[in-house]
């Protein structure tokens, strides 16, 4: 038996520093919720990376994030979404997260960026735990770390 690994993407448009469509950012995010299930986190995360955003100058918000596509090709622009993305200091990997507002209050971890990092959470789920707490408390395993929200 043959067992067919289906990816679903999200699709994110980051506004460029010109107005306009020449210079925007597209990242693909892969699903990854037939990985980790549907990991959620406390809304104090979300709060924690803004507070290191006044902290470090190495930490960032951008409001950046013009349009998100889901993996079942919806609009999902406006909501409450989140592209958590770093830049790892000692081997220069690049690192992203894809996290939603949940109505009860928590934060839905929805995708991972690039798809090298998602093979990595494939290979072993608890590095998700060790990539959350470093973009917590250790600013200093990170060269960049941005925090990128609605455009609007």
């Known amino acids: 038996m043959i067992l067919l690994i289906v990816e679903l993407n999200w699709k994110l448009t980051l506004e460029g ?12 995010f892969v699903d ?14 979300i709060d924690t990376i803004i507070k290191n955003t006044k902290k470090y100058d190495h930490y960032s918000i951008f409001r950046n994030l013009k349009k998100i596509i889901s993996d079942k090709n919806e609009d999902m622009t406006g909501l409450a979404i989140w ?15 894809l996290l939603g507002s949940l109505a009860e209050g928590g934060v839905h971890i929805i995708a991972a960026w690039p798809s090298s990092f998602t093979d990595q959470l494939r290979a072993d789920v608890s590095l998700l735990d060790v990539v959350l707490d470093k ?18």
């Open 32 to 45: 990854t919720s037939n990985i980790l299930g549907e990991p959620k986190i406390e809304r104090q995360f």
């Open 17 to 28: 520093s010109d107005e306009g469509e020449d210079d925007d950012l597209k990242l693909t």
């Open 83 to 97: 592209a958590l993305l770093g830049i790892v200091k000692e081997k220069s990997q690049r690192v992203g997260l």
């Open 135 to 152: 973009f917590i408390s250790d600013p200093s395993f990170w060269t960049q770390v941005d925090l990128v929200i609605g455009f609007h």
